[in-house]
């Protein structure tokens, strides 16, 4: 079963088609984030013009590298549905995709299949691997507008267990950037300076900043905190150390509680998705701890990505009529 996905929610355009769940034929995406880093951070009417240039192009390229360059009408008869992230996002890019993909889905008569995003995000972090999903799992997502965990029971059960508080661990990592000066996105910036600080100094300890809601019986998370320490103590270190620090403080966070939640509900699976998943040090110290139950996903599928929205619809069959989707920005997963 080839599908076609589609991905607007925030600052990536994003079209990919993926057999079978998780074959990815094609997978094309383009940001906006250089635009986004003029103004340290996304302006939604900005990314939602953005969305409407790149959003054609963007598709016909994820179909003709598979299909060759053909008319729109034999390139639409290839595929046997169309996925789109209905919610949660920023709601002017998440309208872009949605109407486009009911638009197409009327005119090639194919299924469309509706997707959550942070669903989308679980199902990335399978994509390029031998591993499948296997339930019981508890998934982290930790993103630009995530940090929560999910448990799963099967495709169609799935319960919210606990999350952040206040920001998400990626917004926390844009925003200490900007803190520092350092550009948007702050969270690739801040790891790729935390990384050279580790190496040229991998015995100094980073435990200067404070792991938010540390040793409290709670599996919540919180970083707000975290942003207003280095708000105040960034004058005390050289900047890469503070990246350093900033990230460790995060890791350990999410760290701690992973475990805690771990220990209590004993997943077969632990799985680490989002944008922060590409974190390299997160990724270490995960693999250490959780090893062979850990499924983490590659940098490519971790950030904001169409192929994860294709193979979630595979999985989730979650098909609705087009004519009565809608957008949803503070759409929520599990209940
Ligand atoms: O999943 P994503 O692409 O978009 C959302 O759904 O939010 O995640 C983007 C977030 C940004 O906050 C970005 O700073 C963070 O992921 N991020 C990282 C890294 N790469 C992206 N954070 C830490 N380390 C990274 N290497
Ligand atoms: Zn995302």
């Known amino acids: ?93 998440l309208l872009v995709g949605v109407e486009t993909a009911k638009t197409l889905s009327l005119l090639a008569n194919k299924p469309l299949y509706t997707i959550n995003h942070a669903q989308g995000h679980i199902y990335g972090a399978f994509l390029g691997k031998s591993q499948t999903l296997t339930f019981p799992l508890v998934a982290l997502v930790v993103s630009g507008g995530h940090s929560d965990f999910y448990l799963l029971n099967s495709h169609a059960d799935i319960s919210w267990i606990a999350g952040t508080r206040d920001d998400a661990a990626g917004e926390c990592f844009d925003k200490c950037a900007r803190v520092l000066g350092l550009p948007y996105p702050g969270g690739p910036e801040i790891s790729k300076r935390a990384g050279e600080f580790i190496s040229q100094n991998p015995n100094t300890p980073l435990t200067h900043l404070p792991r938010p809601l540390s040793h409290q019986q709670t599996e919540d998370l919180s970083f707000s905190g975290l942003k ?29 509680k992973s475990l805690a939640v771990d220990r209590r509900i004993q997943p077969r ?35 904001d990505n169409a192929a994860m929205i294709a193979s979630c619809a595979f999985y989730t069959k979650h098909q609705a009529s087009p004519l009565e989707v809608q957008a949803d920005a503070n759409a929520v997963l599990g209940n």
Request: charged share 20%; glycine share 8%; net charge negative.
């Open 228 to 256: 207003t320490a280095v708000l105040r103590g960034k004058e005390n270190f050289e900047t890469n150390r503070f990246c350093a620090e900033i990230q460790e403080a995060i890791v350990e966070a999410l760290l701690e």
């Open 1 to 93: 079963m080839i599908i076609l996905g589609i991905e607007t929610s925030c600052d990536e355009t994003s079209a990919s088609v993926v057999e079978d769940g998780n074959k990815v034929l094609s997978l094309v995406t383009n940001s906006s984030f250089r635009l986004h880093a003029q103004t340290g951070g996304i302006i939604p009417e900005n990314a939602a013009r953005k969305q409407l240039e790149y959003i054609i192009p963007t598709i016909n390229q994820a179909l003709t590298t598979v299909f060759g360059d053909t008319s729109s009408q034999k390139l639409l008869s290839k595929i046997d549905g169309i996925a789109v992230t209905v919610g949660h996002g920023l709601l002017g890019p």
């Open 269 to 303: 699976q632990f799985v680490v998705c989002g944008g922060v998943a590409s974190n390299k040090r997160l990724k270490e110290k995960f693999e250490k701890t959780f090893s062979d139950r850990l499924v983490i996903s590659d940098p490519i599928y971790a950030t």
